[in-house]
């Protein structure tokens, strides 16, 4: 049977074969307007060149509630800081937008053309946490990336910060850049600002895409961060940190040996890792962050997309936040927390298709 979205009563929200087992790749018919998407046009090829020896990983397809799978033609993946070693040793003239809001100066990047569509990176993740679905959605909608306080190039000068100042952020770049109702796209912490938004801002969006996200975070994941945040302060390596947090974020499937050599050379060569400081005020935000008693408020038409194999937030939480929103609608996949990473061309396809009933 075909991947679907799964409605609370209604499971006729479907995608066909064709296009699920349709392969998405990058135009190479346009030149890119920017490095990232420059980046992004590239990757496939170095990526399977230079990294893998010609070889993919294996993903498997999403899992409907009724436990039946399928699987999917080979995706690619990409961290962040792979862009940015290939950035940082290239020819390409590469140009910072950034906005100053009061005392705090943010990091953007706007690609594409259309409806917009805003994207709220995780913890630790900047602009470039969104490079393996940038294409797809750049190729329809005029994407919004940018970097959270405490990571990437933004500047911020607060001693603490909280999600409800992250939620403020994000409007306040919507608004600068005039945005008009965009769609909302979080994952997990980036979910959390989501919610936020969605509760007090409603007005602002056209719609809510809740991935792998929380409504307060639980004990398994505040063990595995805690372990991180010990890392940090002992100084370890962003490579070392990486190849202790990786088996939380991907599926056992997807972390190959391979794969865990790859991680390390691009974490070493990330420019912008996020810091120690950086890390602890995004962590202590996910701590202090509580949407239980206010959840049920929010009304935005939303999707919400679990995984079976995430241990940080995990597939229950997404079922119970599906619940918990007014005719929210959910599409469980057989990854880990990393979901638009493990598959970018289904976690693309789930979510054109949502964005194209509204």
Known sequence: MPPRILYKSNPSFVISESDSARECSPSTNEKPNNPTTSFS???QGILAENVLNGKNFPVTGPQSLDSQSNTYPPTHFLLSSYYHSINA??????TMPTLNLGPNTFYYELHGKGKPVVFIAGLGGDHTYWVPVLDQFAAHYQVLIFDNRGTGQTQDNETTVTVDMM????????QALNLETPHLIGHSLGGAIGQVIAKNNPQTISSLVLCNTLMKFNSAGGKVFNGILELYKQKKSPSIIMEQLAPHIFSKKFLTPAFMRFLREITTNNPYPQTLRGFEKQLSSIYSFDSQNWIQEIHSPTLVIGSTEDTITPVADSKEIAEKIANAKLYITNTGHASFAENPTLFYQVINQFFETK
């Open 41 to 43: 046009a590239l990757y």
């Open 89 to 94: 040793n290239s020819d390409l003239e590469i």
């Open 167 to 174: 939620a403020d952020d994000t409007i306040n770049i919507i």
